[in-house]
Nanobody, 115 residues
Framework: QVQLVESGGGLVQAGGSLRLSCVAS????????MNWYRRSPGKQRELVAS???????DLEDSVKGRFAISRDNAKNTVYLQMSSLKPEDSGVYYC?????????WGQGTQVTVSS
């Protein structure tokens, strides 16, 4: 059974940093694209960051220069390093695994940025 477990969320002041982690079990992430999505209050879920199996990454425009996505295939883990956080970054962050045969989601971790 595929399971993704996010951690690292919390309450932080504007300008602060957080690092989210997503640990996968029941699946090897090496050949998968790993994504971080965010659902903010009153908004639809949006793709924030993505990293392919070859390590190519992409970031949503509003987080470029502030967020970074990385992966450690040996640990079956993907990270989202968030810096210079803004109140509008608040929301539930979800880890997503995309592969040829699997599309899985974590339960989400809450990030709240206070002004």
């Amino acid at each position: 059974q595929v399971q993704l477990v996010e951690s690292g969320g919390g309450l932080v002041q504007a300008g602060g940093s957080l690092r989210l982690s997503c640990v996968a079990s029941g699946v090897i992430i090496r050949r998968a694209t790993m994504n971080w999505y965010r659902r903010s209050p009153g908004k639809q879920r949006e793709l924030v960051a993505s990293i392919t199996s070859t390590g190519s990454s992409d970031l949503e425009d509003s987080v470029k220069g502030r967020f970074a996505i990385s992966r450690d295939n040996a640990k079956n883990t993907v990270y989202l390093q968030m810096s210079s956080l803004k109140p509008e970054d608040s929301g539930v962050y979800y880890c997503n695994l995309e592969s040829v045969i699997t599309n899985a989601w974590g339960q989400g971790t809450q990030v709240t940025v206070s002004s």
